[in-house]
């Protein structure tokens, strides 16, 4: 069984701050996928960023990153300059090789205070 | 862009009653899922499936059934609702690439769920 932990529930910072969320992780695939999805109030579950466990670089994306660290199954987002727009529910999930659905962590509600 | 719809934003049923939740995507994508949402729980996959007719049990799929007649729609069955049912559901979408490459799941907007 696959297993996603979020440890922070919430967490609270300043505008153009910069915050990174935690994410462990336990799969027993060799080949898997991890993403963090954006959820911001009463709106669409969106994708922040994602990750193929086979590349060693870390992904990218704007003023998100990720600090993949494979052996020790940790996958955390940092959004630098942070924004206002930033304040949502944080997800990491992770699925295997196949096209098989997502396991969620518990989710971090981020909140961007002005 | 991918869309998603779900046919209700909120919806109120009560005890004992038969729940149809329909989703629809318009991307022609094989795999859709449905996942229910529920504070401090993150989502939770219940079925999933990865073309019409065809359909897989996820973690928690207790309670409901679902039904794929068309590659585009993907409906969630709570064949008599209860109290415990009452939550956030969410159905999505994703291509399956041949070339191994990781898709992205597309969500839809959300059905809340309140069985009285």
């Known amino acids: 069984a696959q297993t996603v932990t979020q440890s922070q529930p919430e967490m609270s910072v300043q505008e153009a701050e910069t915050v990174t969320l935690s994410c462990t992780y336990d799969?027993?695939?060799?080949?898997?996928?991890l993403f963090w999805y954006k959820q911001p109030p009463s709106r669409q579950m969106i994708l922040v960023i994602r990750q193929e466990a086979y590349k060693q670089q870390n992904a990218t994306e704007n003023r998100f990153s990720v600090n993949f660290q494979k052996a020790a199954k940790s996958f955390s987002l940092k959004i630098s300059d942070s924004q206002l727009g930033d304040t949502a529910m944080y997800f990491c999930?992770?699925?295997?090789?196949?096209?098989?659905?997502?396991?969620f962590g518990k989710g971090t509600h981020l909140i961007i205070q002005p | 862009d991918v869309k998603v719809t779900q046919s209700s934003r909120y919806l109120v049923k009560r005890t004992g009653e038969k729940v149809f939740l329909e989703c629809v995507q318009d991307?022609?994508?094989?795999?859709m899922f449905w996942y229910r949402q529920d504070p401090g729980l993150g989502l939770r996959l219940i079925y999933f499936?990865?073309?019409?007719?065809?359909?897989e049990k996820g973690d928690i799929p207790e309670g409901y059934s679902v039904s794929r007649e068309k590659k585009e729609r993907f409906s969630l069955i709570l064949e008599s609702a209860s109290t415990n049912q009452t939550s956030m559901y969410l159905c999505?979408?994703?291509?399956?690439?041949?070339?191994?490459?990781?898709?992205?799941?597309?969500f839809g907007p959300g059905t809340r769920l309140t069985v009285l």
């Open positions: 999930a992770l699925r295997g090789g196949g096209a098989d659905g997502l396991t």
């Open positions: 799969t027993s695939e060799s080949n898997y996928y």
């Open positions: 991307m022609d994508h094989e795999n």
């Open positions: 999505a979408s994703m291509i399956l690439l041949r070339s191994g490459r990781v898709d992205t799941q597309y």
């Open positions: 499936s990865y073309d019409v007719k065809m359909k």
